[in-house]
Protein backbone atom coordinates (compact mmCIF):
# COMPACT_ATOMS: atom_id res chain seq x y z
CA UNK A 1 0.00 0.00 0.00
CA UNK A 2 1.54 3.12 -1.09
CA UNK A 3 1.21 6.42 1.49
CA UNK A 4 -1.22 8.13 -0.29
CA UNK A 5 -3.44 5.41 0.29
CA UNK A 6 -2.11 4.70 3.96
CA UNK A 7 -2.60 8.31 4.79
CA UNK A 8 -6.17 7.91 3.02
CA UNK A 9 -7.07 4.75 5.16
CA UNK A 10 -5.82 5.99 8.49
CA UNK A 11 -8.32 9.21 7.97
CA UNK A 12 -10.84 6.47 7.15
CA UNK A 13 -10.31 5.01 10.29
CA UNK A 14 -9.78 8.28 12.43
CA UNK A 15 -13.41 9.59 10.66
CA UNK A 16 -15.16 6.86 11.99
CA UNK A 17 -13.64 6.59 15.47
CA UNK A 18 -15.02 10.32 15.66
CA UNK A 19 -18.49 9.60 14.74
CA UNK A 20 -18.39 6.69 17.41
CA UNK A 21 -20.86 8.76 19.89
CA UNK A 22 -19.97 8.87 24.05
CA UNK A 23 -16.07 8.48 23.51
CA UNK A 24 -13.72 10.72 25.99
CA UNK A 25 -11.19 9.84 23.62
CA UNK A 26 -11.80 8.82 20.02
CA UNK A 27 -8.95 6.90 18.41
CA UNK A 28 -9.23 3.85 16.60
CA UNK A 29 -6.33 2.25 14.93
CA UNK A 30 -6.15 -1.31 12.94
CA UNK A 31 -2.99 -2.75 12.96
CA UNK A 32 -2.24 -4.05 9.24
CA UNK A 33 -0.61 -7.53 11.02
CA UNK A 34 -4.08 -8.90 11.88
CA UNK A 35 -6.43 -6.49 10.61
CA UNK A 36 -7.71 -6.50 14.26
CA UNK A 37 -8.73 -2.50 15.62
CA UNK A 38 -7.43 -1.27 18.91
CA UNK A 39 -8.64 1.79 21.04
CA UNK A 40 -7.28 3.53 24.10
CA UNK A 41 -10.20 5.16 26.17
CA UNK A 42 -9.81 7.46 28.70
CA UNK A 43 -12.85 6.44 30.87
CA UNK A 44 -11.75 5.40 34.48
CA UNK A 45 -12.67 2.23 35.65
CA UNK A 46 -12.11 -0.79 37.68
CA UNK A 47 -10.30 -3.64 35.66
CA UNK A 48 -13.75 -5.35 36.48
CA UNK A 49 -15.52 -2.38 35.34
CA UNK A 50 -13.68 -1.74 32.23
CA UNK A 51 -14.13 -5.36 31.13
CA UNK A 52 -17.70 -5.09 30.99
CA UNK A 53 -17.13 -1.62 29.07
CA UNK A 54 -14.75 -3.57 26.64
CA UNK A 55 -17.52 -6.26 26.09
CA UNK A 56 -20.25 -3.91 25.30
CA UNK A 57 -18.39 -1.97 22.62
CA UNK A 58 -18.05 -2.60 18.84
CA UNK A 59 -16.33 -1.18 15.96
CA UNK A 60 -17.09 -2.32 12.48
CA UNK A 61 -18.78 -5.00 13.63
CA UNK A 62 -15.97 -6.66 15.73
CA UNK A 63 -16.52 -7.18 19.37
CA UNK A 64 -14.54 -5.63 22.04
CA UNK A 65 -12.21 -7.07 24.98
CA UNK A 66 -9.42 -5.50 26.78
CA UNK A 67 -6.44 -5.91 24.82
CA UNK A 68 -4.70 -9.26 24.41
CA UNK A 69 -1.09 -8.65 23.90
CA UNK A 70 0.56 -12.29 22.97
CA UNK A 71 3.85 -10.99 20.81
CA UNK A 72 6.21 -8.54 21.10
CA UNK A 73 5.08 -7.62 17.73
CA UNK A 74 1.50 -6.51 19.30
CA UNK A 75 2.84 -5.38 22.27
CA UNK A 76 4.81 -3.19 20.49
CA UNK A 77 2.01 -2.14 18.13
CA UNK A 78 -0.05 -0.99 21.18
CA UNK A 79 2.43 0.58 23.12
CA UNK A 80 4.27 2.84 20.60
CA UNK A 81 1.09 3.44 18.16
CA UNK A 82 -1.83 3.33 19.75
CA UNK A 83 -0.72 3.91 23.47
CA UNK A 84 1.93 6.95 22.03
CA UNK A 85 4.97 5.63 23.96
CA UNK A 86 5.38 6.44 27.40
CA UNK A 87 2.75 9.09 27.32
CA UNK A 88 -0.43 7.44 28.94
CA UNK A 89 -2.56 9.54 30.93
CA UNK A 90 -1.56 11.05 34.37
CA UNK A 91 -3.79 9.48 36.47
CA UNK A 92 -2.11 5.97 35.66
CA UNK A 93 -1.03 3.61 32.96
CA UNK A 94 -3.90 1.51 31.35
CA UNK A 95 -5.62 -1.48 31.74
CA UNK A 96 -5.26 -4.85 29.07
CA UNK A 97 -6.99 -8.04 29.39
CA UNK A 98 -5.03 -10.55 31.75
CA UNK A 99 -6.34 -11.39 35.22
CA UNK A 100 -5.14 -14.35 37.32
CA UNK A 101 -7.83 -16.86 38.41
CA UNK A 102 -6.90 -17.90 41.93
CA UNK A 103 -5.70 -14.96 45.12
CA UNK A 104 -3.61 -18.46 46.31
CA UNK A 105 -1.41 -18.59 43.60
CA UNK A 106 2.15 -17.48 43.30
CA UNK A 107 2.54 -14.15 41.70
CA UNK A 108 3.30 -15.78 38.31
CA UNK A 109 0.95 -18.80 37.98
CA UNK A 110 -2.67 -19.10 36.94
CA UNK A 111 -2.76 -15.82 34.39
CA UNK A 112 -5.35 -15.81 31.59
CA UNK A 113 -6.22 -13.93 28.71
CA UNK A 114 -10.14 -12.47 28.41
CA UNK A 115 -10.31 -14.10 25.28
CA UNK A 116 -9.75 -18.08 24.50
CA UNK A 117 -5.81 -17.20 23.53
CA UNK A 118 -3.23 -18.93 25.21
CA UNK A 119 -1.38 -16.69 28.34
CA UNK A 120 2.05 -17.70 26.93
CA UNK A 121 4.13 -14.73 26.17
CA UNK A 122 4.60 -12.80 28.78
CA UNK A 123 6.65 -8.91 29.03
CA UNK A 124 6.60 -8.42 32.79
CA UNK A 125 8.45 -5.53 33.96
CA UNK A 126 11.75 -6.17 36.32
CA UNK A 127 10.40 -7.55 39.53
CA UNK A 128 6.83 -8.14 38.39
CA UNK A 129 4.36 -9.76 38.90
CA UNK A 130 4.81 -9.90 42.78
CA UNK A 131 1.83 -9.44 44.19
CA UNK A 132 3.42 -6.28 46.05
CA UNK A 133 -0.39 -5.52 47.81
CA UNK A 134 -0.44 -8.07 50.74
CA UNK A 135 -3.94 -7.15 51.45
CA UNK A 136 -5.77 -7.76 48.01
CA UNK A 137 -3.73 -9.42 45.55
CA UNK A 138 -2.81 -8.06 42.46
CA UNK A 139 -4.93 -9.86 40.44
CA UNK A 140 -4.83 -7.70 36.95
CA UNK A 141 -2.99 -6.76 34.09
CA UNK A 142 -1.76 -2.86 33.90
CA UNK A 143 1.01 -1.46 31.55
CA UNK A 144 3.61 -0.37 34.01
CA UNK A 145 3.72 3.03 34.87
CA UNK A 146 6.78 4.60 32.55
CA UNK A 147 8.61 1.41 31.89
CA UNK A 148 8.61 0.85 28.22
CA UNK A 149 5.42 -1.48 27.88
CA UNK A 150 5.98 -4.06 30.12
CA UNK A 151 3.80 -5.58 32.21
CA UNK A 152 2.48 -4.96 36.04
CA UNK A 153 0.45 -6.80 37.87
CA UNK A 154 -1.87 -4.89 40.32
CA UNK A 155 -5.12 -4.84 42.35
CA UNK A 156 -8.35 -3.41 41.24
CA UNK A 157 -9.51 -0.80 43.50
CA UNK A 158 -8.23 2.24 41.02
CA UNK A 159 -9.31 2.99 38.44
CA UNK A 160 -7.89 3.58 35.01
CA UNK A 161 -8.21 3.98 31.82
CA UNK A 162 -7.91 1.20 29.27
CA UNK A 163 -7.07 -0.49 26.10
CA UNK A 164 -9.43 -1.98 24.31
CA UNK A 165 -8.83 -4.72 21.06
CA UNK A 166 -11.53 -5.42 18.37
CA UNK A 167 -12.04 -8.80 16.27
CA UNK A 168 -14.58 -11.59 15.35
CA UNK A 169 -10.93 -14.20 15.84
CA UNK A 170 -11.18 -14.78 19.37
CA UNK A 171 -14.52 -15.68 21.58
CA UNK A 172 -14.50 -14.24 24.77
CA UNK A 173 -14.19 -16.04 27.82
CA UNK A 174 -17.66 -17.29 28.47
CA UNK A 175 -19.80 -15.47 31.49
CA UNK A 176 -20.39 -18.14 33.38
CA UNK A 177 -16.79 -19.63 33.67
CA UNK A 178 -16.02 -15.78 33.87
CA UNK A 179 -18.48 -15.00 36.72
CA UNK A 180 -17.41 -17.71 39.04
CA UNK A 181 -14.70 -16.42 39.20
CA UNK A 182 -14.56 -12.88 39.25
CA UNK A 183 -15.82 -12.53 43.13
CA UNK A 184 -12.52 -13.67 43.86
CA UNK A 185 -10.98 -10.47 42.58
CA UNK A 186 -9.80 -7.35 43.78
CA1 LIG B 1 -4.64 -9.46 20.66
CA1 LIG C 1 2.87 -5.65 40.82
Request: net charge negative; hydrophobic share 35%; aromatic share 14%.
Amino acid sequence: MNTNNKNWLLSLILLAAVAHPGLAHAEVIQWEANGHYYEYLEELATWEEAHIIAENRTVNGNPGYLVTLTSQDENDFVYYQVLGGDAPAPWGDPWIGGYQNSDHSAPDLNWHWVTTEDFDWVNWAPGEPNDFDEIYGEMYLQFTPGGGGMWNDHHSLNPKPMIIEYSNDVVATDESSWGSVKSLYR
